[in-house]
């Protein structure tokens, strides 16, 4: 099992791209492993698999941006933040068989505020309603009724760091991501250039390959404890 780095005492900007390149082998093992564990409940296996493929790709973003001459601190932080988000979103599915299950179907609640907001922004622009976009929309109303009942939003994360035991980290990396990330002043003035470029950059690459390896301790934890089977 891999040992999160430590961000406060990130490695040299060398070292750490080693470590990613050695991670991105891990994974590729872990993936292995997850499709060849036997299952009974293949939706749960379905989604471990998007999870840990998500995670494999924001790693080579982090990779291949890893060059501060071609690539700005917005990118990588862009990655670290989403696998963040996936670290997150990881430990929800293996905490319970509830949770797992939930996850696996949310698409359809995204699935519906894509579709209304699509047909208001229409609208707002006095052009008629899309009948295509209504036909698909029934659907999804008719599969959030028959598999969802009663669910009116879509899953927040903000709703669990707690349970979780991840509160404190996203109650402080959350603020960090959304300044670099979005198109705040600091991020359009570029005032990161006012910090350390190097340790400032290193520290966003070790938080993002830090989830990356706690995603992949978690599944494997899980894999140990339970197989390719949802908790409870």
């Not at 430990?91 to 047909?119: C, N, P």
């Not at 309603?129 to 899953?155: H, I, N």
Request: net charge negative.
């Amino acid at each position: 099992m891999a040992t999160p780095p430590d961000p406060l005492s990130a490695p040299t900007m060398d070292n750490l791209y080693m470590l990613l390149d050695q991670h991105g082998d891990q994974l590729q093992a872990l993936q292995h492993d997850i499709d060849s564990t036997p299952t009974n409940s293949p939706e749960f296996r379905n989604t471990i698999r998007w999870l840990v493929l998500s995670t494999v790709l924001y790693v080579r973003c982090m990779y291949d941006w890893f060059d501060e001459q071609k690539w700005p601190m917005q990118f990588c932080a862009w990655a670290a933040r989403n696998l963040f988000e996936l670290e997150i979103w990881t430990r929800y599915v293996l905490r319970k068989r509830e949770y797992a299950e939930r996850f696996a179907k949310d698409w359809i609640m995204d699935g519906i505020g894509i579709f209304e907001s699509f047909q208001l922004w229409s609208e707002s622009r006095g052009q008629a309603r899309d009948p295509g976009r209504d036909r698909e929309l029934a659907k999804l109303y008719s599969m959030r009724d028959a598999e969802l009942p009663g669910c009116t939003r879509f899953l927040d994360p903000r709703a669990y760091v707690a349970e979780l035991g991840i509160e404190q980290n996203y109650r402080h990396l959350n603020p960090i991501f959304s300044k670099l990330v979005h198109p705040t002043s600091w991020s359009v003035h570029w005032k990161q250039e006012l910090l350390d470029k190097t340790h400032m950059r290193g520290f966003i690459i070790t938080i993002g390959l830090t989830s990356s390896v706690r995603i992949a301790n978690a599944v494997r934890d899980h894999l140990a404890a339970h197989g390719m089977e949802p908790v409870g």
